[in-house]
């Protein structure tokens, strides 16, 4: 087995929350320069800015898992990812049928921008990213799972925007394939706090949440697995066949 670095969510400036100077460039050098195998690109209701990175870079370094941070009706932020162009399209066009038509204030929010490798604009979002969609976290779930992708409620030990500080509690029959804490949690006193948890024995995985350039790669999740792909990812974080994840 070969162990590789990961931090799986990130934003870039498509985020409105997500700093200007969160390019493309800059996300994949940081990454590469601090050692960094697999990178998670997570903007806010939106695949476009990974795609394009992922685009990009091709069969070069890092690799890039593509997919999105959903905020859904509830206000809970969930980590979704999909493999293939097929799969996400139907992702994309899912929190576009979803989201609901607030234009993006500027001013207010920040700028909703992809760019490709030269800085270019390539895409706005016209609405506003942030917003909740009109889908239950189960939604989500199911419809991550009818794609083939990996769904993972995000930052979970927060207390706000997570999916104990929304509903309480992690519900036992939600369809997940792992649970996300933030860069300084202590998982010991999560679980001694929830435990519930402890009898659910999910994976877990540590990510940096990154929305400025200070912020990327404080956080990483060791991938013990033969090889970087989708299915690959999805294994370890399930252990199956001698794959697994550490933080």
Known sequence: MNRFRADLHNHTLLSPCGDIEMTPALIVGTALKKGYDIIGITDHNSTVQGREIRRMLGDSEPFV????????????????????????????????????????????????????????????????????????IEEVAAFVASIGGIFIPAHIDKMHNSVISQLGFVPPDLQYD?????????????LA????????????????????????????????MPSRTFSEIRKALHGEEGRSVEI
């Open 65 to 136: 898992l593509c997919g999105a941070e959903i905020t859904t009706r509830e206000e809970v932020h969930c980590l979704a990812f999909a493999d293939g162009d097929d799969s996400l399209d139907a992702l994309q066009n899912f929190l576009e049928d979803s989201l609901p038509e607030i234009p993006n204030d500027e001013e207010v929010f920040g700028y909703q921008l992809a760019v490709n490798w030269e800085e270019e604009v390539i895409y706005e979002a016209p609405w506003l990213l942030i917003s909740a969609i009109d889908k239950g």
């Open 178 to 190: 792992a649970l996300e804490i933030s860069a300084s949690c202590n998982l010991e006193g999560l």
């Open 193 to 224: 706090a929830n435990p519930g948890l402890k009898k659910m024995n999910p994976s877990f995985i540590r990510s940096s949440d990154a929305h400025y350039p200070e912020d990327m790669c404080r956080a990483v999740t060791y991938f013990n």
